[in-house]
């Protein structure tokens, strides 16, 4: 499948199995701002939300080429193998629910063997935070954020800088990682591994 042109002012999902998409081109603006008005929980307030829950499509995908910029929580999310996230530009993120990033994923739940995930030449900046009502006022704004047990995930030629939080943050125990040539700079951290 192919989206062109998706200006949007709420998530856009692609939750199932959606073997070998691209989306291309698109702007995603203005997302879930005014805090209060979204429901409970995650899976909201994103420019893309996409989730798999199949470790092995049979066709890439790629995500590239977007502009996304004024979003309450996370840039783009993804949970599958075989995808590449390329040429992206994720600004002004995090703006209403905290503790998220430009681009995102998490594999803690029921953890896949997901393989073949790239993450290149994405452009990340100004992540604030939401510290409204966040104890010790932690911004939770981070540039690419790898969470709960993602694995085989290639990072590179990435340039992250002024989030609040971490530029990159590989958190609870992500596996297979590389992480090389990127440029991140003027971060509350620049790189945080944890556990």
Known sequence: ??????????SSDLTGY?????IRGCSFTDIATMAGRGLGGDNQMDALFQWSGNA??????????????GLGYIGFFFDQSNITIQNNAV?????????GGAIYTWNDQNPLP????????NVVYNAVGATNGVVNHYPGAMGIYLDGHSENIVVASNTVFN??????????DVSNVT?????????GNQLSANQ
């Open 18 to 22: 959606y073997p070998g998409y691209a």
């Open 91 to 99: 600004r002004n993120y995090v703006l209403v629910k905290d503790d």
């Open 114 to 121: 997901f393989t073949n995930q790239f993450i290149l030449n």
């Open 163 to 172: 989030c609040a939080g971490n530029g990159l943050m590989l958190n609870n």
């Open 56 to 69: 092995t499509p049979v066709a890439p995908s790629i995500i590239a080429d977007n502009v996304a910029d």
């Open 179 to 187: 992480v090389t040539a990127n440029m991140v700079f003027n971060n």
């Open 1 to 10: 499948r192919d989206l062109h042109s998706f200006p949007t002012r709420r």
